[in-house]
């Protein structure tokens, strides 16, 4: 149970692309372990370093040292392959290991406890570091998210790697598959979602194994990586201060008031000066939201997003951080770039129809992220609930809705889109309209309708209703990418996101199978106005296409609740999140 007017939320991950140095693999590749001609098999796994000594910065500013070390896991003779899943919210979370028998694939299941939540394998690398003289000065357990910063090491290897960029961290994942390909290697760094650790300017000797736990499980050998470590002080005023505080600032800048946290991708490594320097913005990189690939604009590979928060706990969590918000051309939301396919330049002709081909299933997820707030700037005697909601494709269909503008209307008409199993076009259907969203962070088309908030009594009527109903589509969060036609690679399709600008004359909005879109309440007018609101229970009720203009395979699973529990006073209320059956997190 979770009592609140602030909340931290915290995982473990990271993801984004590093290179590897491919010698440093023929130097590290260890078979695994034997097994009986017949038995299933999996990859030969092996800890590399790709140097064998770096150097790393801390801040005066910031003091602290983020322990990338250039370690990696590598994968040979077949991918390492994890599925995590739960069956529902009830239920623990399970691992299987895709394994190998007689050439076909088949699914391992590994011990219970071994993961705990979708964010990877706790206490997957064990470091310690001494000093000049040997002494132990730190001793530590990182966990591995496998989708983490990866690259090939052998030029033969796969071009790219079907597995997807980044673990998950929505509270309420429900299926999810991380992987090192073949011939490639996952940092085995946790990101700065770890703590830095205090070293003082001088040189060390880190030296990094995989917990036996997992030497066991996956058949690696117990063969640790050293490496130098030389640490240096720096200011952010030395040298590229100015460009670096810059970076930093830039690194915080994607935080939309509609989707919550975002990342920036890189801007020809813009954080990398002269002599490749590590900038502030290693130590103050953007959070992802785990649904797509995300890069450190300085240095090294990203933490991963927790889910979208509303900006009342964001501001209570990053007090003294101002970030301007607002979309810029070919972006989504302050952050995601849509590299779509154009939408059609025409409205359809003909006759609409809508055939029989797979579709889209919307679901909700409950609420989370609740705090209550006196909304985005100070409102006397006001009180606010603001939280954050996803509403999640199952599948086995992409929803596409494209918007086309008449010459001259404010609005766009809205159509649906159907693809047989071979992508083809078959069928449209007439579903609504678009509006242009002028405010600042929003500042495109909203496709109108999608969903709907409301807060409801105890006996489960409605109470409060939030305005927001208004949405430009966008892959924020891996959801369950063990559905049926899951896209692991969201942004890679060809029908992808892309919310158009204010003189767009048509524009395409896409949800994929498997992830899901998160918007933050976080506005008055969007966030629930409970000023006169009595205490008690209630439920915030998230509910899709809450108009059942869309065409779904399912419109029975459209509604998720969250029990909450209101107290405290006029201009000082409290709200209370009980665990929702196992996901005991806000």
Not at 100 to 105: L, P, Q, T
Not at 359 to 380: C, F, H, N, T, W
Request: net charge positive; glycine share 10%; with cysteine.
């Amino acid at each position: 149970m979770t009592r609140t007017r602030t909340t931290r939320l915290r995982r473990p991950l990271l993801t984004g692309t590093t290179a590897v140095a491919a010698m440093a693999v023929t130097a590290g590749l260890v078979a695994a372990t034997a097994e009986p001609a017949k038995a299933a098999t999996g990859p030969k796994l092996s800890l590399i370093a790709a140097t064998t000594s770096l150097t790393l910065t801390s801040w005066k500013e910031d003091p602290g040292v983020y322990l990338d070390l250039g370690t990696y896991l590598t994968a040979e003779g077949r991918p390492l392959e994890l599925k995590v899943t739960r069956k529902s919210y009830k239920d623990p979370v399970t691992i299987t290991q895709t394994v190998y028998e007689g050439g076909r694939a088949k699914a391992k299941t590994l011990p219970k406890g071994t993961v705990k939540d979708f964010s990877g394998l706790p206490g997957f690398a064990e470091i310690t570091v001494t000093d000049k003289a040997g002494k132990k000065v730190l001793s530590r357990t990182e966990d591995f998210c496998p989708n983490n910063a990866s690259g090939r090491v052998r030029p033969d290897a796969p071009a790219t790697s079907k597995y997807p960029e980044s673990c998950p961290t929505n509270p309420f994942t429900l299926g999810s598959v991380w992987g090192v390909e073949q011939g490639w290697a996952a940092n085995t760094y946790a990101g700065s979602y770890t703590e830095p650790v205090a070293l003082a300017a001088g040189t060390y000797t880190a030296k990094v194994g995989v917990a036996k736990e997992y030497r066991d499980l996956f058949g690696i050998a117990d063969k640790p990586a050293t490496v130098k470590v030389t640490v240096v002080e720096r200011s952010y005023g030395d040298d590229q201060g100015a460009a670096g505080a810059a970076a930093s600032r830039s690194a915080t800048a994607g935080e939309h008031a509609g989707h919550g946290a975002t990342h920036q991708p890189p801007a020809a490594h813009a954080g990398h000066g002269p002599g490749h320097a590590p900038t502030p913005a290693q130590a103050a990189a953007p959070v992802t939201s785990g649904a797509g690939a995300s890069y450190n604009v300085g240095h090294g590979p990203l933490k991963a997003a927790p889910p979208a928060l509303p900006w009342a706990l964001k501001k209570q969590q990053q007090a003294a951080r101002s970030a301007p918000v607002g979309d810029k051309g070919g972006q989504t939301d302050g952050s995601r770039k849509a590299p779509a396919l154009q939408p059609l330049a025409e409205r359809p002709a003909g006759k609409a129809s809508v055939p029989d081909v797979p579709k889209p299933d919307l679901r909700s997820l409950p609420a989370y992220g609740i705090v209550v707030s006196d909304g985005e700037k100070d409102v006397p005697g006001k009180d606010y609930l603001a939280f954050s909601a996803n509403v999640w494709n199952a599948g086995p269909a992409q929803l596409v809705v494209d918007g086309f503008r008449s010459p001259g209307k404010a609005k766009m008409d809205a159509y649906q889109y159907f693809y047989d199993a071979k992508g083809k076009q078959v069928g449209y259907a007439p579903t609504g309209t678009m509006e242009w969203d002028p405010r600042p962070g929003h500042v495109h088309w909203h496709f109108t309708d999608f969903a709907s908030y409301r807060l409801l009594k105890a006996d489960k009527k409605e109470a409060v209703r939030s305005g927001k109903e208004a949405f430009c589509l966008a892959n924020t969060d891996a959801i369950d990418y063990t559905v049926k036609n899951a896209n692991w690679h969201p942004f890679n399709t060809d029908l992808s996101t892309a919310c158009g600008e204010e003189n767009s004359i048509s524009v395409r909005e896409v949800l994929d199978v498997g992830s899901g879109d998160t918007y933050s309440q976080d506005l008055p007018g969007q966030s629930f106005d409970i000023t006169d609101v009595p205490n008690g229970t209630y439920y915030i009720q998230v509910l899709a296409n809450p108009e059942k203009r869309l065409k779904e395979t399912n419109l029975d699973n459209n509604s998720a609740l969250r029990k909450i529990v209101l107290g405290g006073k006029p201009d000082a209320r409290t709200v209370t999140v009980p665990a929702h059956d196992l996901v005991n997190a806000n």
